[in-house]
């Protein structure tokens, strides 16, 4: 599967952005589907996935923040970020995976959050 990520772009602190993980190949909705992000200077850390089954899970600085959801008709998953903080500043990579481990990864998008 091919992953391409959008959405990126410049905020202000407080303000919401939504993030796209569109997919090609084969559909989505065969793999549990995760948001990592790596701010600068920092290693790649998890963000929030969604499993085939629905079960979810956000790293807890995101919790109440950020909501992951998949819309099987666009074959894209998303990250829809509100409240966003300086620490939100990163780049983001939505990945797949059908085991344990991520095996597919999008480019990238970039986040800025500016006060």
């Known amino acids: 599967v091919q992953l391409q990520a959008s959405g990126g772009g410049l905020v202000q602190t407080g303000g919401s952005l939504r993030l796209s993980c569109a997919a090609s190949?084969?559909?989505?909705?065969?793999?549990?589907m995760g948001w990592f992000r790596q701010a600068p200077g920092k290693e790649r850390e998890f963000v929030a996935e969604?499993?085939?089954?629905?079960?979810?899970v956000y790293t807890d600085s995101v919790k109440g923040r950020f909501t992951i959801f998949r819309d099987s008709a666009k074959n894209s998953v998303f990250l829809q970020m509100n409240n966003m903080q300086a620490e939100d500043t990163a780049v983001y990579y939505c990945?797949?995976?059908?085991?344990?481990?991520?095996?597919?990864w999008g480019q990238g998008t970039l986040v800025t959050v500016s006060s």
């Open positions: 990945a797949a995976r059908q085991d344990s481990v991520y095996r597919y």
């Open positions: 969604i499993s085939v089954g629905g079960y979810i």
């Open positions: 190949g084969r559909p989505l909705s065969r793999y549990t």
